[in-house]
């Protein structure tokens, strides 16, 4: 069974930066494209950021275009995210997910808390 596992999130004050990291375990797979996506209290999942295995092609929501940037190890299923100028509407609990052939976000991690202080 794949395992996402992330990492690096944290307490920071608005304009820091932190590092997020994502790393699969478990059965071999390639996944077509890996995400971040983040969860607030009484809010509905949201997408952040993703990146197609094959290629690279990036993509961001708007409220975190040049300020976050995905990028990827292939060979080791690993995902990072890093996120520069951290405002306080960025607190979440941020997820990392791989998609299927079908694009299909099909493998979740557990999340990792960030919290940006004002």
């Known amino acids: 069974q794949v395992q996402l596992v992330e990492s690096g999130g944290g307490l920071v004050q608005a304009g820091d930066s932190l590092r997020l990291s994502c790393t699969a375990s478990g059965r071999t797979f390639i996944p077509t494209a890996m995400g971040w996506f983040r969860q607030s209290p009484g809010e509905e999942r949201e997408f952040v950021a993703s990146?197609?295995?094959?290629?690279?092609?990036?993509y961001y929501t708007d409220s975190v275009k040049d300020r976050f940037s995905i990028s990827r190890a292939n060979a080791r299923n690993a995902v990072y995210l890093q996120m520069n100028g951290l405002k306080p509407e960025d607190t979440a609990i941020y997820y990392c997910?791989?998609?299927?052939?079908?694009?299909?976000?099909?493998?979740w991690g557990q999340g990792t808390q960030v919290t940006v202080s004002s």
């Open positions: 990146i197609r295995w094959a290629g690279g092609s990036t």
């Open positions: 997910s791989a998609a299927g052939p079908d694009g299909q976000y099909r493998y």
